[in-house]
Each structure stands twice: as structure tokens, then as C-alpha cells.
């Protein structure tokens, strides 16, 4: 203990050949290193994205849509009427995560589950009167919010942002 401050907590690590090694732990909000961490600043722009479009929304008059039912109504303002495992494809999600989802946005009055004319075991998915008035509106809000980027970014530097943020979406991993 330096000072009266005690040194900052360490951590067991282990390294690829199985040996122990001690890691200093840093807490969340200490360094201006871990600001500049790319996963947490993808956070930080993810949920500023978010909290600017939610605003985005209910000034259009929709404050019942969140930024995740973006997940739902995109590949259906594509193809409406689609079964859940087609939708949990294009949106990148499991069944499960899709089928949780769906109901938060059916919940909001923007889309009605019903069977499967074809297979009544299955779900189609279909966006509802509410939802139809909401699509000029997320267009425009897509647009708006593509212009405060280009306030600040070139559009050279906007597609790049974009075929970056691509790569980051199709990496692989997973558990393990």
C-alpha cells in the first residue's frame, strides 16, 4: 500500500501452456485505455445509436417501437407474412431469441402471429395496420439518421464504417 491507496486486486490467469500468471484487474471505469477497448467503444455507439433512434421514433409519433423490433419489422417491411425460423434467419437470431422478440412487438401493436395455412404447427408473421403507418416513418428515420453521420463522416467514410461493422457481424465464434 503506496500512498494509504492499495494496489489494484489481481487476477489468476492462465496462459496456453497452463501456467499460472498474475493479472492486474482494472476496474471498469479507471483507464482511458479501456475507453478506447473496440468492443467497448461498439458498445457505447450501439446504445447511443439506440437511445438516438428510440428519440428518433417517438418524435414521429411512435413511442411504442423499440430499436430491437428493427430485428422484426426490416425483413418484414421486405416480405410480410414470413414464417418465424425464415425471420430469425434474416435477423440473425436464434428461434428462441425470435420468438421472444416477436411477442414484445406484437405486444406493441406492430405485428399478429397466425398459423400457417400450409402447416398449422407453424407461425407466419404479419405486420399490422399500425405497423403499415409506421414504415414511411422508420424510412425517414433511417435517413435521418444516416445524415447525422454523414454531419461528421464522409460518405467514403461511412461505407467504410459499414463494410467494417459487416465484417464484425460475420465473425466466428461462440462458446468454447
Known amino acids: 500500500m503506496a500512498d494509504g491507496v ?14 499460472v500468471r498474475y493479472r492486474t484487474f482494472v476496474p471498469r471505469n479507471s483507464t482511458t485505455a479501456e475507453r478506447d477497448d473496440l468492443g467497448y467503444v461498439l458498445a457505447k455507439a450501439s446504445q447511443r445509436w439506440d437511445e438516438v ?9 411512435f413511442p411504442e417501437v423499440r430499436p430491437a423490433f428493427g430485428s422484426v419489422l426490416l425483413p418484414l417491411f421486405r416480405e410480410d407474412g414470413l414464417r418465424m425460423g425464415e425471420l430469425a434467419d434474416r435477423a440473425r437470431l436464434s428461434k428462441q431469441n425470435m420468438t ?8 406493441g401493436g406492430l405485428v399478429a402471429r397466425r398459423p400457417d395455412k400450409a402447416d398449422g404447427r407453424a407461425q407466419r408473421v404479419w405486420l399490422t395496420p399500425r405497423a403499415d403507418e409506421f414504415r414511411p416513418a422508420a424510412a425517414q428515420i433511417l435517413d435521418e439518421m444516416n445524415a447525422l453521420l454523414l454531419r461528421d ?3 467514403r467514410a461511412v461505407g467504410s464504417l459499414r463494410r467494417s461493422l459487416r465484417v464484425i457481424m460475420s465473425l466466428p465464434g461462440g462458446p468454447g
Do not use: D
Not at 487476477?11 to 497452463?18: D, K, M, Y
Not at 433512434?53 to 409519433?61: K, Q, S, T
Open 100 to 107: 421472444t422478440l416477436v411477442r414484445e412487438v406484437e405486444r
Open 53 to 61: 433512434l428510440r428519440e428518433r421514433c417517438r418524435a414521429h409519433g
Open 153 to 155: 463522416l464522409s460518405p
Open 6 to 19: 492499495a494496489p489494484p486486486p489481481r487476477r489468476l490467469r492462465l496462459n496456453e501452456r497452463g501456467l
